[in-house]
């Protein structure tokens, strides 16, 4: 009941919104929310998503009629990508600028390093941009997920692996934190519900050459195969699979299959392949078409999930202050406790140390060219294609 009235009220806002009826707030003094966004070094292109949802967010709520009765204002500095820059910034945002709420900045290790700070200082922050499983396991109070953890990164694939009624399944891993978390998360849920796992390893990140584990695998018959991979080594397992002709079943390539730039670099042999994401711009979350449709009108590109689930994570900031009733730290930290509700980005509710337990990833397979949503069942635009047929009867 409480998830379909946020519904409600983020659709009647929307539509007030598209109606112009709503006034920005005025005469009062702006609410400050700082954050520190990576606007260079080696995270700059993807935060900039992150920016400018959280300015698309800003300036929504301002013509809403603000937050609690106030204007909303951004301050932001560049943490430069570099962890221990985020985490002073922070203790400047709230020692010197005494910013009235805060954000989580791009990236789970700058996020981390951040959190120490607003920990220190009982300021709650919401990290839209946090995966790692491991950060709310800290014993912290005042950091709140909103992201999928990487412990539901491809749970989703086990469902689909059992729907078609295979029976054995391989992992290939980057040897990487966010993966050595996600990899025996979907390991367990395998052996759990039935399917044999016959193989497990992990690589160094930069591997170029799969071919002598493939091997491995193929020789053990596996049906299904999961990359826990990033580009370019979604591309390269792929590529190598075909080289070996080992053909599974199921095979899974992880988020970096996800994108275009897979389909660009394999054309039809990205045919039938699976692919794990956060979002995608057809699900039908409330108001994530018109989320679409504004960011794309301001900023002249299409929202990735980073931008999707940024604006997502401040949808629950903002539930959670006016649930609240006022910036009182503790009475917020209760209230983002207590939400269970639908943002653009998807279900959010967090358990007791304020990790993120609604929200899965997404599963996709790439079909005539395109990405199909397959999983879970209440968003799919298409059935599974599978099982995948062998390498030399594709055409």
Not at 182 to 196: H, I, R, V
Request: net charge positive; glycine share 8%; charged share 25%.
């Amino acid at each position: 009941m409480r998830t379909r009235w946020y519904a409600l009220v983020a659709v009647a806002a929307l539509a007030a919104l598209a109606a112009g009826t709503l006034s920005p707030a005025s005469g009062q003094n702006p609410i400050v929310v700082g954050a520190s966004i990576s606007q260079t070094g080696r995270l700059a292109v993807t935060a900039t998503y992150v920016l400018q949802a959280y300015q698309l967010w800003v300036d929504d709520v301002n013509a809403k009629g603000g937050l609690l009765g106030r204007p909303v204002t951004l301050k932001v500095y560049d943490d430069k990508s570099d962890p221990g820059t985020g985490a002073k910034l922070y203790e400047k945002l709230i020692v010197d600028d005494k910013v009235d709420l805060v954000a989580g900045p791009y990236s789970t290790p700058v996020s981390a390093a951040a959190s120490t700070v607003t920990e220190k200082y009982k300021k709650v922050m919401v990290a839209p941009m946090a995966a790692g499983d491991a950060l709310w396991k800290r014993g912290y109070r005042y950091l709140i997920q909103t992201l999928t953890p990487s412990s539901l990164y491809y749970i989703g694939v086990v469902d689909l692996a059992l729907e078609r009624g295979l029976k054995t399944i391989a992992f290939m891993s980057e040897d990487s934190e966010a993966l050595r978390v996600a990899t025996p998360a979907a390991a367990d849920l395998a052996q759990k519900k039935g399917l044999k796992v016959v193989h497990n390893e992990y690589f160094p990140r930069g591997t170029t050459d799969f071919s002598a584990m493939l091997m491995r695998i193929k020789a053990l018959g596996a049906d299904v195969l999961v990359c826990g991979c990033y580009e370019p080594e979604s591309v390269l397992s792929v590529r190598q699979s075909k080289e070996i002709d080992y053909s599974p079943r199921l095979l899974f390539a992880g988020h970096g299959a996800a994108v275009p730039e897979f389909y660009k670099a394999l054309g039809k042999d990205a045919e039938f392949v699976l692919a794990s994401d956060h979002w995608d711009s057809r699900m039908k979350t409330p108001g994530n078409a018109e989320f679409v449709e504004r960011f794309k009108k301001k900023y002249g590109r299409e929202p990735n999930y980073h931008a999707a689930g940024t604006y997502g994570g401040m949808q629950v900031f903002e539930a959670g202050v006016r649930k609240a009733g006022s910036l009182d730290q503790d009475k917020i930290r209760q209230a983002l406790g207590e939400l269970d509700l639908v943002t653009i980005f998807g279900r959010y509710k967090v358990s007791e140390t304020g990790g993120q337990i609604a929200k899965t990833s997404i599963i996709v397979q790439w079909q005539g060219g395109k990405k199909e949503i397959l999983w879970p069942g209440e968003t799919a635009t298409a059935k599974a294609m599978l099982p995948a047929p062998p390498w030399a009867e594709r055409r």
